[in-house]
Every structure is written in structure tokens, then in C-alpha cells.
């Protein structure tokens, strides 16, 4: 009994109870324990020779066709993400494209609108400035006409009830703050024919170069005329004279005394 006690036990054993079929009694068994799981594949296999049971290994065929397919697989969808990648950058670089097209058509526009915002306050502000000078212009025109003259349009008319010679005549007109008439227009020398009369006009025959030529009291040529009976070329000393029976344009050497017509 003690020699069983003492013994050295054996650790390759392991012992499992197990309780019989009818309940009785427990019974006691002895079980080899394996050092390693090589030596349970080992003792798997040799059980499965003796057995006669079924080996199941894959055939390297069927692995190997399997890493194909899940290579191809591999680089099929690296190649479609590729594809996606470098499609998306071409659509971001023409988006890119359009739009910096688009800011520098906003930026020219914003330009344009700021250029005709400036000629437009432009335009308002001369358009301001125009409308007062008319306005002071109309104010002129429309002044109360001094007594004794006659208005017709822009200007006024006086003629004389006294006879003078021409330079008297230009004279009194200038002490009076204006001048001889002049006639530059159809309309004008019709207003002026309705004076009636044989009146001096600011119209004189002035010598340049030897030669004689019709000019007016400002020096400015004469370039239409409304002559009448006994007109003749300029000659030195001689005057215009405004207006005959017909309304028509006469001449009279300038010491001669007449009427005279002044406008301002």
C-alpha cells in the first residue's frame, strides 16, 4: 500500500473516471496525455490508417487556380480604380478650367459695369450742367426786351429815326452796347426788311492786298447775299445798305447820311 502511495507517478497518464451503465460504481481508467499537437496529428493519422478512414487533401491544382482567379480579380479592380481616378482628375481639371474662365469673364464684366457706372454719373453730372447753362440761356433770351427794340430770336434790333453816316451810325450803335446788324440768314434779312427804309448795315468794303472785298463789322467774309438793284463789286469807301423796295441789299459811299439798323 505505501509502496503505491510513493511510487513515482506518471505524468504521460491521465486518469478519467467514468460511472458504469448501471449506476453502481465509478470506474477508473487510465489516458495517455501527448506532449505536443505533432504527436496528436500523428496518432490522428495512424488511428485513420487503421480505421481505413477517408484522407482529405487539395488537389494543388484547384488551390492554385483559386490565387489566379483572386489575382485577376485583384488587379481587374485596381485597373477599374485607376480608370475611376484618373477620369475624375480630367473632370476636375476641366472644371477647374471652366472655371477660372468664368471668374475672369465675371471679373471683366464687373470691369464694365464699373467703367459705365463712372460715364454714366459722368453723363448725369453734364447732363445737370447743360440743363442750368439752358436754362440761364433762355433766361437771357426771354429778358424783358429793352424799350424800342425788337426781339427776333436770340437777338434784339433797333432801328434809328436819325440819319447818319456810317461810322456815326456804327458808333452810336457801339455806345449802346452793340453793333451794326449783320445778316448771316434768309429768315433774318426777311425780319429786317420790315424795318422799311434805306438803313446802313454792318457791311463795308475793305481794301487787303491791293484789293477790295465785302466783309463784315466782326471780319468775318461775306458768304450769302441778298443784293438788289445798283450792287456792284466792293470798292474802297463804299457800304452796305439794307433794304431797297424790293427788301433787296443796295450800296452808299460810307459819308453819305441814313438810317441805320443796330442788333445785340
Given at each position: 500500500?505505501?509502496?503505491?502511495?510513493?511510487a513515482k507517478p506518471d505524468l504521460s497518464k491521465k486518469v478519467r473516471?467514468?460511472?458504469?451503465?448501471?449506476?453502481?460504481?465509478?470506474?477508473?481508467?487510465?489516458?495517455?496525455i501527448y506532449e505536443s499537437t505533432d504527436e496528436i496529428r500523428d496518432s490522428y493519422d495512424h488511428f485513420q490508417?487503421?480505421?481505413?478512414?477517408?484522407?482529405?487533401?487539395?488537389p494543388p491544382s484547384v488551390l492554385k487556380g483559386s490565387f489566379r482567379c483572386a489575382t485577376l480579380g485583384l488587379r481587374v479592380l485596381c485597373l477599374l480604380m485607376l480608370a475611376g481616378i484618373i477620369i475624375l482628375s480630367i473632370c476636375y481639371a476641366l472644371n477647374k478650367s471652366e472655371n477660372n474662365k468664368l471668374h475672369f469673364k465675371h471679373n471683366k464684366l464687373n470691369h464694365s459695369y464699373?467703367?459705365?457706372?463712372?460715364e454714366h454719373q459722368e453723363t448725369k453730372r453734364l447732363n445737370s450742367q447743360l440743363q442750368?447753362?439752358?436754362?440761364?440761356?433762355?433766361?437771357k433770351i426771354e429778358?424783358?426786351?429793352?424799350?424800342?427794340?425788337?426781339?427776333?430770336?436770340?437777338?434784339?434790333?433797333f432801328k434809328s429815326t436819325e440819319n447818319k453816316t456810317w461810322s456815326d451810325s456804327r458808333?452810336?450803335?457801339?455806345?449802346?452796347?452793340?453793333?451794326?446788324?449783320?445778316?448771316?440768314?434768309?429768315?433774318?434779312?426777311?425780319?429786317?426788311?420790315?424795318?422799311?427804309?434805306?438803313?446802313?448795315?454792318?457791311?463795308?468794303?475793305?481794301?487787303?492786298?491791293?484789293?477790295?472785298k465785302w466783309e463784315?463789322?466782326?471780319?468775318?467774309?461775306?458768304?450769302?447775299?441778298f443784293r438788289g438793284t445798283g450792287w456792284s463789286d466792293p470798292y474802297s469807301g463804299y457800304r452796305g445798305v439794307c433794304c431797297d423796295d424790293d427788301g433787296r441789299w443796295t450800296r452808299s459811299y460810307y459819308s453819305e447820311s441814313k438810317t441805320f439798323i443796330c442788333e445785340k
Open positions: 500500500m505505501s509502496s503505491d502511495i510513493y473516471y467514468s460511472r458504469k451503465e448501471d449506476g453502481a460504481e465509478w470506474e477508473q481508467r487510465e489516458v495517455d490508417s487503421q480505421e481505413g478512414g477517408p484522407q482529405t487533401q487539395n464699373n467703367e459705365l457706372q463712372t442750368e447753362e439752358v436754362k440761364k440761356l433762355k433766361e429778358e424783358k426786351c429793352p424799350e424800342g427794340w425788337t426781339r427776333f430770336g436770340s437777338k434784339f434790333y458808333r452810336a450803335c457801339q455806345d449802346i452796347g452793340a453793333d451794326l446788324v449783320m445778316i448771316n440768314s434768309k429768315e433774318e434779312q426777311e425780319f429786317v426788311s420790315n424795318f422799311r427804309g434805306f438803313s446802313w448795315i454792318g457791311l463795308r468794303a475793305n481794301q487787303t492786298s491791293g484789293r477790295s463784315w463789322v466782326d471780319g468775318s467774309a461775306l458768304t450769302e447775299t
